[in-house]
């Protein structure tokens, strides 16, 4: 799997790298138990912090897409949600990140979750 970031994307490269991870887990392009490259690999290939790749794989790991296993690294983790649940926590996080962006607050987002619903 290769994965991009497009640095004149308005999405943050955290973000992209969450997103595309996400697909591939679900799509099966990434199996569990796949390994990942290091953080600081993955940041060199990619050419951007290692702080931003951290954050991608911590929020991943979190959402219960990745395990991290200390020096044996992290590798895709069998999914815990059902795969629409994945979709919405996919859409979420693209959504927050958008809203924080353009400044919002968590009142303000679920307003505008309310008015489009």
Do not use: C, H
């Not at 050419?47 to 790991?61: C, D, F, H, I, S």
């Not at 200390?70 to 649940?85: F, Q, W």
Request: charge should be positive; hydrophobic fraction near 45%; proline fraction near 6%.
């Amino acid at each position: 799997m290769i994965l991009r970031v497009d640095p004149g994307s308005v999405a943050p490269a955290y973000e992209q790298l969450i997103t595309q991870l996400m697909t591939a887990v679900r799509s099966g392009t990434l199996a569990p138990g796949t390994r990942l490259p290091t953080v600081r690999q993955l940041a060199g290939d990619l050419g951007l912090a290692t702080n931003t790749v951290a954050r991608a794989y911590k929020q991943l790991e979190g959402d219960g897409f990745l395990a991290t296993n200390g020096r044996n690294g992290t590798v895709v983790a069998t999914p815990r949600a059902a795969p629409d649940d994945d979709e919405v926590r996919a859409a979420a996080i693209l959504f927050v990140g958008a809203a924080r962006r353009a400044g919002l607050d968590l009142p303000g987002a679920l307003g505008a979750i309310r008015g489009t619903w």
